[in-house]
């Protein structure tokens, strides 16, 4: 027979457990379902969108076997061109990007709050061969919770600066005159 402070315990260990349970479940999704993260896009111009691995494999696929300028190891990274993900977005591009649209820019944002920004100008084919993508794999592999799942990669960069892990959101904006 159970003593009474055993009880306790017992009941202590069967509420915690339920706990545990009720909110650790959305980060035991995260990582059982990675599929399930979500990258926004938006932009002034049209209606906001949510890219899933998914959506994302559902692309053209882009791989780039590039070295990493930081640690010098070579890394196969796939995914989809953020032109293209851009172009679903309705943003300009090709020879209707001129003119005031030529201070757009593509801000986007890590889940550790890093940001950085890249010009729609530089990402736009027409313009320069910026081969920028969203990686969701890297040698063959999701990226995991510490590089994605999504990741920007900048193949012709010196320093892989706007390389951003865990990437979250890239909202387009135009600047204004100040
Ligand atoms: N989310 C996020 N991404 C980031 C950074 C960061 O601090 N947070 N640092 C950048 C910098 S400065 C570098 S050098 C590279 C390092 O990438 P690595 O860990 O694959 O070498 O990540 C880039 N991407
Ligand atoms: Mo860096």
New binding site residues.
């Given amino acids: 027979m159970l003593s009474k402070s055993s009880a306790h315990r017992c009941l202590f260990a069967a509420v915690a457990l339920a706990l545990l349970f009720a909110t650790g479940s959305s980060a035991c999704a995260q990582t059982a379902a990675p599929s399930a993260a979500e990258l926004k896009v938006s932009s002034a111009v049209s209606t906001p969108l949510a890219f899933t691995i998914a959506d994302l494999k559902a692309m053209p696929r882009k791989t780039l076997t590039v070295v990493?300028?930081?640690?010098k190891?070579t890394?196969k990274y796939e995914g989809a061109a953020l032109e293209e993900i851009l172009r679903k977005a309705g943003v300009r591009q090709g020879e209707a990007l001129r003119g005031p649209a030529m201070t757009t820019y593509v801000l986007a944002e890590?889940?550790?709050?890093?940001r950085?920004v890249f010009s729609l100008a530089e990402l736009d084919a027409g313009i320069a061969d910026s081969e920028v993508i969203v990686a969701d794999t890297i040698d063959g592999a999701p990226l995991g919770d510490k590089?994605g799942p999504f990741?920007?990669v900048a193949p012709h960069e010196k320093?892989?600066?706007?390389?951003?892990?865990?990437?979250r959101s890239i909202t387009v904006v135009r600047a204004t005159a100040q």
């Fill in positions: 990493n300028p930081h640690d190891k890394e890590a889940a550790d709050g890093y950085v590089l990741r920007l320093r892989p600066a706007r390389w951003v892990r865990m990437l």
